[in-house]
């Protein structure tokens, strides 16, 4: 039966281990807990706030309203000639989910390895690294529409996948709650190794021709040696996007700065690496209070103990003043601000 708590502590239900808490706090196991939950109209005026795993936010004070934790599990999958569909629960660890993917050596998602996070907020926040995002991979979600009680399904036309973006976080933000994702992955693999540290790392192992399984321990071993682990150090893993400029002021910037690491766009505009960006203002490695950048990926904020969510939202925009005053780029937080 669904239970309501009040005033729990969500210290371990985000990884930047700020100690912040919830007025009201609901789990959910299974869907009907959702029409149960929305039957009560105190919950449709409350506040709220539906997280997964917790590893993409910063609560910067405590949580007056309700807080949903999703906790659907359940993996199933169905081949249909070289075409595999997998329909998992909103609840499930996303890196569970890749593994058992690489597994059976349903392609696709291996270079995802690794990215904290549940499965229900991969679709929100249109996923992606080293050259694939969520979209590349996804056929559709199964929602909970708030305000009705009914069940929608959106297809990857229906989410309007940006970069970082879906309708989710735009013009449909806190309509909907994900309760589950299915994917259209394939027993055809179609390695990606667009970006350059994977094929260095294959060439460093002597893999001359690399199985999705080479690619998925290759991208959790760059991504280990990178960034650091929420269990040990509290984080939220990258916490800003790489900005996408215009093709002018990429050259102009490139005049003064020939070593800027950029990656061209299909449609003409350069992706800039906001780490290097961050890095060559000085911030990386850097503590400030009980907060500050990791010591080899600058792209990442760290809470050293104690930190509270406005350290580490003080600092962010510290970081962001400063590589707006050098480069003219404007950072934006990939991070969810809980405030």
Known sequence: MLQIQENVSLKKFNTFGIDANARYFAEISHEDELVELFADPQWLSTDRLVIGGGSNMLLVKDFEGLIIRMNIRGIEHRISH???????????????LVNFCVDRNYAGME????????????????????????????ASCRTFEIATGA??????????????????????????????????????????????????ELVNRGITQPTI??????VSHIRVSKLPDPSTIGNAGSFFKNPVIGAVQFGLLQE????????????????????????????????????????NQALVLVNHGGATGEEVYSLSSQIIDSVYTKFGVTLQREVNIIS
Not at 83 to 90: H, I, L, S
């Open 213 to 218: 399984e080479d690619v998925s321990q290759v």
């Open 111 to 138: 270079n995802l390895s690794l990215i904290p996070g549940s499965v229900g907020a991969s679709p929100i926040q249109n996923i992606g690294a080293y050259g694939v995002e969520l979209k590349d991979v996804f």
């Open 256 to 295: 003064q700065f020939p070593d800027i690491v950029n990656y061209p766009m299909p449609d003409g505009q350069i992706k800039l690496a906001a780490g290097w960006l961050i890095e060559q203002c000085g911030w990386k490695g850097k503590t400030v209070g009980n907060t500050g950048t990791w010591k």
């Open 82 to 96: 070289d075409d595999v569909f997998v329909e998992v629960g909103a609840g499930e660890v996303w890196n569970d």
């Open 151 to 200: 069940f929608r399904t959106f297809t990857k036309e229906d989410c309007k996948f940006g970069y970082r973006e879906s309708v989710f976080k735009t013009e449909l933000a806190g309509q909907y709650i994900i309760v589950g994702v299915k994917f259209h992955l394939s027993l055809k693999p179609n390695i990606n190794l667009k970006y350059g540290a994977i094929e260095q």
